[in-house]
């Protein structure tokens, strides 16, 4: 039978305590036509050294080390340096089933599919809590999705993607530290003629609540959101023309309001202003006024509803207009 050569990528930070587990797996897949491209994001633990002691004893391990520049940037470091046949991404903290490179391998032999979407597990302390299988269909386009902006989301561990594809559509993530992923499947689903589906559970997710690569990307501002719309509407542009283009541009338009919003209320105080900024250069003027009018009247019910919760200690007006508008009993 032939081989297909997968290039797994690891993204690795603060990942002493897991990531022996995860290569492990990996290996112990018994499958030889591999390539282990384990990144050391700037790991503060020894990470790195274990790395090295794995890539010592394996030849197919290769390990790159660098600054910290999180998640999305960090898989694309993997995707520069994947020489594979077909890519997938897995995270430190997981683990992979024993079978899953032999079942993958066949699948891909029989279908040449550009894409292969598997089933996982979903642990949490230690119980399996979820088994995520794929439906019935043997595949799917973005045409499924009622509202394909909205709905088009998830993870990219549970798929397998031809290297030639991505790099033909030059399909990356968004160096953004939040919807990296979402926005990888987004891409990868609507450049693709379809994504097969393999009715298999391969992927072990193992939920951590305190995941150091969560923390090593705790945001310090919302001005991911720009970076995001940005690639959305770029995707767009990339596969439609004309009234199919109009379709998709009315989603877009909605996700990007509503991402907008989520920014602002997010947003930290002393950069509220120029996150105003970068809002109005991205909406028409009709668009932007309706931000606004939406942000304040949001405000303004947001603190109506928080004097309705906490009456004492709040002024006399606050109590007229919640007793007249909204017709509240005050005890």
Same mark, same amino acid.
């Given at each position: 039978?032939?081989?297909?050569?997968?290039?797994?990528?690891?993204?690795?930070?603060n990942?002493?305590?897991?990531v022996?587990r995860?290569?492990? #797996?990996?290996?112990?897949? %018994?499958?030889? !036509?591999?390539?282990? *491209? /384990?990144?050391?994001d $700037?790991s503060?633990?020894?990470t790195?050294?274990?790395?090295?002691?794995?890539?010592s004893k394996?030849?197919?391990?290769?390990?790159?080390n660098?600054?910290?520049?999180?998640?999305?940037?960090t898989?694309?470091v993997?995707?520069?340096n994947?020489?594979?046949?077909?890519?997938h991404?897995?995270?430190?903290?997981?683990?992979?089933?024993?079978?899953i490179?032999?079942?993958?391998?066949?699948?891909?032999?029989?279908?040449?599919p550009?894409?292969?979407?598997?089933?996982?597990?979903t642990?949490?302390?230690?119980?399996?809590?979820s088994?995520?299988?794929?439906?019935?269909?043997?595949?799917?386009?973005?045409?499924?999705?009622?509202?394909?902006?909205?709905d088009?989301?998830?993870?990219c561990?549970?798929?397998?993607? #031809?290297?030639?594809?991505? %790099?033909?559509? !030059?399909?990356?993530? *968004? /160096?953004?530290n939040? $919807?990296?992923?979402?926005?990888?499947?987004?891409?990868?689903?609507?450049?693709?003629?379809?994504?097969?589906?393999?009715?298999?559970?391969?992927y072990?997710?193992?939920?951590?609540?305190?995941?150091?690569m969560?923390?090593n990307?705790?945001?310090?501002?919302?001005f991911?959101v720009?970076?995001?719309?940005?690639?959305t509407?770029?995707?767009?542009k990339?596969?439609?023309?004309?009234?199919?283009?109009e379709?998709y541009?009315?989603?877009?338009?909605?996700y990007k309001?509503?991402l907008?919003?989520?920014?602002?209320?997010k947003?930290?105080p002393?950069?509220?202003?120029q996150y105003l900024?970068?809002?109005?250069?991205?909406?028409?003027?009709?668009?932007?006024?309706?931000?606004?009018?939406?942000?304040?009247?949001?405000y303004?019910?947001?603190?109506?509803?928080?004097?309705?919760?906490?009456?004492?200690?709040?002024?006399?007006?606050?109590?007229?207009?919640?007793?007249?508008?909204?017709?509240?009993?005050?005890?």
């Amino acid at each position: 039978m032939e081989s297909t050569k997968f290039s797994i990528i690891v993204p690795c930070y603060n990942s002493a305590e897991f990531v022996p587990r995860c290569l492990d #797996s990996i290996l112990n897949t %018994k499958y030889k !036509n591999l390539e282990i *491209i /384990c990144i050391n994001d $700037g790991s503060k633990d020894n990470t790195l050294e274990i790395l090295d002691k794995y890539a010592s004893k394996d030849s197919r391990i290769k390990v790159i080390n660098q600054q910290n520049k999180g998640i999305g940037a960090t898989r694309n470091v993997g995707l520069e340096n994947a020489c594979g046949d077909f890519i997938h991404f897995v995270d430190s903290d997981d683990t992979v089933e024993e079978q899953i490179y032999d079942e993958l391998n066949k699948f891909i032999i029989k279908h040449n599919p550009n894409v292969v979407h598997f089933g996982a597990n979903t642990y949490l302390n230690g119980k399996l809590i979820s088994r995520k299988s794929t439906d019935e269909r043997l595949f799917y386009t973005y045409k499924d999705y009622k509202n394909f902006i909205k709905d088009c989301r998830g993870a990219c561990w549970d798929k397998a993607c #031809s290297l030639k594809f991505l %790099k033909q559509n !030059n399909i990356d993530f *968004i /160096c953004s530290n939040s $919807g990296e992923d979402t926005h990888f499947t987004r891409a990868v689903v609507l450049l693709s003629p379809c994504v097969h589906l393999l009715h298999k559970n391969l992927y072990n997710y193992i939920i951590r609540p305190n995941s150091t690569m969560c923390v090593n990307t705790k945001l310090h501002n919302t001005f991911y959101v720009f970076e995001q719309t940005d690639y959305t509407q770029r995707l767009l542009k990339q596969k439609f023309q004309g009234k199919e283009l109009e379709k998709y541009n009315k989603q877009y338009n909605k996700y990007k309001m509503r991402l907008y919003y989520l920014g602002d209320k997010k947003c930290l105080p002393e950069l509220k202003k120029q996150y105003l900024q970068n809002c109005k250069k991205r909406l028409t003027s009709f668009e932007y006024l309706y931000f606004i009018l939406h942000k304040n009247i949001s405000y303004i019910l947001r603190n109506l509803f928080s004097v309705r919760r906490n009456v004492e200690g709040t002024s006399a007006w606050g109590v007229i207009l919640l007793g007249k508008y909204f017709k509240i009993s005050i005890k």
